[in-house]
Each structure stands twice: as C-alpha cells, then as structure tokens.
C-alpha cells in the first residue's frame, strides 16, 4: 500500500497532487484530513492530508486481466497465487488460450509486461512485487520443454567440441536455457545480435 501526506490549502490541491505524483486516478485513493492549522481571519490555513491506496496492486492486477478478457469477449478463469514477494498469475480460457498465448508467446509476454506495471503502481519502492503471468501453463510446458533441449544441446556441444546456435527464443526462453547449463563443467552460454534477433549460442568450455 502507498501512503503519502500532503501539506496543502485545499483538499482538491492535495488530490490534485496525489493524482500526478502516483500515476492513479482519483477512484484509486483514500484522502484523510489529518490536521487543519487555520490562518489569521480565515486566511493562510493549512491542511495536512494523508493519502492512501484503496485496494491492493495484486488485487487490480486480477482486475485488470479481467478487463482484458471481458473487452476481447473471452470467458476464462484467473487464479493468483502469492508467496512471499511473488504474484503469480494464470489464466485458463481453454479454446482461446493459444490467442492469448501468441506465437512465440509474444502476445503472454506483452501483457505481463503491462501487468507488472499495474500491480507495482500500488507499492512503494522497496515493496514491489515480482509479478508473473502465464497462460494455460503454457511457460510451464514450455520451461519443461526448454530444458530437455538444453540438456539434448549440451550433451551434443560436450561431445563434438562443436558450439550450437539456438534461434527463435524470446528473453524468458534463453534465460531458461541458461540457468539449466549454468552449472555444466564441459558448456558454457551466451547471447549474441539485437532483439528480436537475438540468439542463444552454446559452445564447448
């Protein structure tokens, strides 16, 4: 939750203020006069407003996913899942998943990107929430599928002394493939070129 207090005039400066400084609209925040100072014959008062979040990022971050899937007129379930600094989001439409998805998970990593925006708009720094989406499980699936290949790759890198080029993967993607060769004496991982070009290379150490 955000808490700010304003030394103001007017309640409307304080909103005004609050609406600028936190990137949320008005509906979004509680406003309390705290103190009232009045100035001489009426003039010069002063006010102390304490501002807050009515609801919690994680809360309109599943509000938000609702909007989308109601604007795209898609019925679906979300469930959110929370451990300690993570939210995790996952949407199940079932016969419009893969729409969601997107090729390469294009169009799953363009909302996640928004989503973590919305939550993360409700917390101060040092509260921030690591916020991840997926669709269907399809990171998941797809995780489980990556590091088979890694291992498949890595094996065969090992055993020629031949580097491989591995190339349509997205950031999350080689990331993954990455971590699972991290640890391997006989390989070693890097990328190469400019998005969305980018390629994995895994070469013998």
Same mark, same amino acid.
């Given at each position: ?9 007017t309640l ?21 006069v705290v ?5 001489? #014959? ?71 990107? #928004? ?24 990171k998941s ?65």
């Amino acid at each position: 939750m955000i808490k700010r207090v304003y030394e103001v005039k007017t309640l409307e400066e304080a909103q005004e203020l609050a609406v600028k400084d936190l990137n949320l609209s008005l509906d979004d925040l509680n406003f309390e006069v705290v103190s009232e100072k009045k100035g001489f #014959l009426g003039l010069g008062g002063k006010l102390t407003v304490e501002v807050s979040t009515k609801i919690d990022g994680i809360t309109r971050g599943k509000e938000y996913l609702k909007a989308i899937l109601k604007n795209m007129k898609i019925n679906g379930f979300i469930e959110t899942k929370v451990r300690g600094n993570v939210v995790n989001y996952n949407i199940e439409t079932h016969e419009n998943n893969g729409y969601l998805i997107g090729k390469n998970g294009k169009n799953l990593l363009a909302i996640q990107s #928004l989503l973590v925006t919305v939550v993360n708009n409700f917390y101060d720094e040092g509260e921030t929430k690591t916020v991840v989406l997926d669709i269907g499980e399809y990171k998941s699936i797809r995780k489980r599928q990556l590091e088979k290949l890694a291992v498949t790759i890595g094996k065969q890198v090992a055993r020629t002394k031949q580097p491989a080029v591995l190339d349509n993967l997205n950031a999350y993607e080689r990331k993954i493939i990455h971590t699972k060769l991290a640890s391997w004496k006989d390989v070693k991982t890097h990328s190469e070129g400019i998005e969305p070009n980018r390629h994995l290379i895994i070469s013998p150490k």
